[in-house]
């Protein structure tokens, strides 16, 4: 697909999916414009898409309304970037359990806010959810809770935002960036389970979740749906 003479802009995309999503976006001939918390991660980034850059926290508003501000046009828009606590309700704080609505779900409903201005007529937006909205990996149901209303959220804006197509993708369990930083018996082990508990018999990776996202950048006649890049986990 080709995106030249397109503006895609992605928050959380110095590192992990939203890098990829750039390496792939840039290589089809976009410009490319990168949001996050982590200037050195977002330099090294657009570096390498020869793209630009903005220190953006998903958070505050006053921030994402900078980071928009600063673009004349968003042809695309990708909002993978967030941070939060996973666990039970037994054991969580009321602050941790709700981080994944804090980031994840406010965080991206508030950057969809801040873009409207800025999106164009055939513009199109992809949200990240993840396959735990509809099968929960173990007790983590505010995480759960979550991903299920980034879905919603997604349907509710492709019917308010139309003819600006806006739709969801939800990974599974993915080899990169994000559990690389974890030990590695617990990587192991999560992924070792993720293997037995999906069709395909393994974790998936990186760019195969951005084959997903550029999908939704140009499928020209899918909204309100979600894509779940994640080996059938969902299925079993």
Same mark, same amino acid.
């Given at each position: 697909?080709?995106?030249?003479?397109?503006? @895609?802009?992605? +928050?959380?995309?110095?590192?992990? +999916?939203? $890098?990829? @999503?750039?390496?792939? *976006?840039?290589?089809?001939?976009?410009?490319?414009?990168?949001?996050?918390?982590?200037?050195?991660?977002?330099?090294?980034? *657009?570096?390498?898409?020869?793209?630009?850059?903005? @220190?953006?926290?998903?958070?505050? /508003?006053?921030?994402?309304?900078?980071?928009?501000?600063?673009?004349? $046009? @968003?042809?695309?828009?990708?909002? !993978?970037?967030?941070? =939060?606590?996973?666990? !039970?309700?037994?054991?969580?704080? #009321?602050? #941790? *359990?709700?981080?994944?609505?804090?980031?994840?779900?406010?965080? /991206? =409903?508030?950057?969809?806010?801040?873009?409207?201005?800025?999106?164009?007529?055939?513009?199109?937006?992809?949200?990240?959810?993840?396959?735990?909205?509809?099968?929960?990996?173990? *007790?983590?149901?505010?995480?759960?809770?979550?991903?299920?209303?980034?879905?919603?959220?997604?349907?509710?804006?492709?019917?308010?935002?139309?003819?600006?197509?806006?739709?969801?993708?939800? !990974?599974?369990? +993915?080899?990169?960036?994000?559990?690389?930083?974890?030990?590695?018996?617990?990587?192991?082990?999560?992924?070792? /389970? =993720?293997? $037995?508990?999906?069709?395909?018999?393994?974790?998936?990776?990186?760019?195969?979740?951005? #084959?997903?996202?550029?999908?939704?950048?140009?499928?020209?006649?899918?909204?309100?749906?979600?894509? =779940? !890049?994640?080996?059938?986990?969902?299925?079993?």
């Amino acid at each position: 697909m080709s995106l030249a003479g397109k503006q @895609v802009v992605i +928050i959380g995309g110095g590192s992990g +999916i939203g $890098r990829e @999503v750039a390496r792939r *976006a840039a290589a089809s001939g976009a410009s490319v414009h990168l949001g996050g918390r982590t200037p050195e991660k977002l330099s090294t980034a *657009a570096k390498e898409v020869d793209g630009t850059w903005q @220190v953006v926290d998903n958070t505050d /508003q006053d921030s994402l309304a900078a980071f928009f501000g600063a673009l004349d $046009r @968003v042809d695309h828009l990708f909002t !993978p970037g967030a941070s =939060y606590t996973v666990g !039970p309700l037994r054991e969580l704080s #009321d602050e #941790d *359990a709700a981080s994944p609505f804090t980031t994840k779900f406010w965080g /991206q =409903y508030h950057a969809v806010k801040h873009a409207v201005p800025k999106l164009a007529p055939d513009a199109s937006i992809v949200l990240m959810s993840g396959a735990a909205s509809v099968r929960p990996p173990g *007790a983590a149901p505010a995480y759960v809770a979550c991903n299920a209303a980034v879905e919603g959220l997604g349907r509710g804006l492709a019917v308010e935002l139309a003819p600006v197509r806006v739709n969801v993708v939800a !990974p599974g369990t +993915i080899d990169g960036d994000l559990w690389a930083g974890r030990p590695a018996d617990v990587r192991e082990a999560s992924f070792d /389970q =993720y293997s $037995r508990d999906t069709l395909l018999h393994r974790v998936g990776k990186e760019s195969e979740v951005a #084959d997903a996202v550029l999908y939704l950048f140009g499928s020209t006649y899918t909204t309100g749906s979600t894509l =779940y !890049p994640d080996g059938g986990y969902a299925l079993r």
